[in-house]
């Protein structure tokens, strides 16, 4: 159990039941009355915002999340199939997963979030290595700007890459933004 004077930007809270993470977080003390804790919370589910006031006095829920290290094995229809150090398999959704589907690859280690023994979303390295499937070729000389193609990877993930990059190229991509970070050589 949290007191409001606990809460910062980061924190993972519960509200009636569901698990929520504070975005942003802002206190202000009036002349007279309680300190008031505006925060802007978002579910950690189903991904929607809300606005949340606390007095000073309040207590606020801590929720049960549990972390686990899970190996992606394969794919099963819609399902994920994951399996953590005793081979026990764990199925994960695609609306679990999100866009973050299509970073996976076989024997690629993640942290994935259980509340209250379901699974609630994973956390990937913060790079992974793709090749490049398909992309346009880029014209000679146009490097004044910082000119972006659309291109696809393996597993079907389209983002924008620089002009330089061709199909069959190994890039770098940032999973937390799904951008292209740099090619490896």
Do not use: W
Not at 28 to 49: E, F, H, L, V
Not at 70 to 80: H, M, N
Request: with cysteine; aromatic share 10%; net charge negative.
């Amino acid at each position: 159990m949290f007191s409001a004077s606990d809460l910062r930007k980061g924190l993972k809270i519960e509200v009636d039941g569901t698990p929520y993470v504070i975005t942003e977080y802002n206190f202000m003390k009036p002349g007279k009355g309680q300190a008031i804790y505006t925060c802007r919370i978002k579910n950690m589910i189903d991904g929607s915002t809300q606005v949340k006031q606390y007095r000073s006095n309040d207590k606020v829920d801590k929720p049960e999340l549990i972390e686990k290290k899970l190996v992606y094995s394969y794919k099963d229809a819609d399902d994920y199939v994951f399996m953590d150090e005793n081979f026990e398999q764990i199925h994960l959704s695609e609306n679990v997963l999100g866009d973050q589907r299509y970073f996976l690859k076989e024997e690629i280690e993640v942290d994935v979030l259980f509340h209250n023994g379901q699974p609630i979303g994973i956390e990937l390295p913060i790079f992974v290595e793709r090749r490049i499937e398909f992309t346009e070729p880029g014209a000679k000389g146009n490097t004044a700007t910082n000119v972006m193609k659309p291109a696809t990877v393996e597993g079907g993930y389209e983002l924008q890459v620089p002009l330089f990059v061709n199909e069959g190229d190994m890039i770098r991509i940032d999973t937390r933004t799904g951008e292209y970070a740099e090619r490896v050589r």
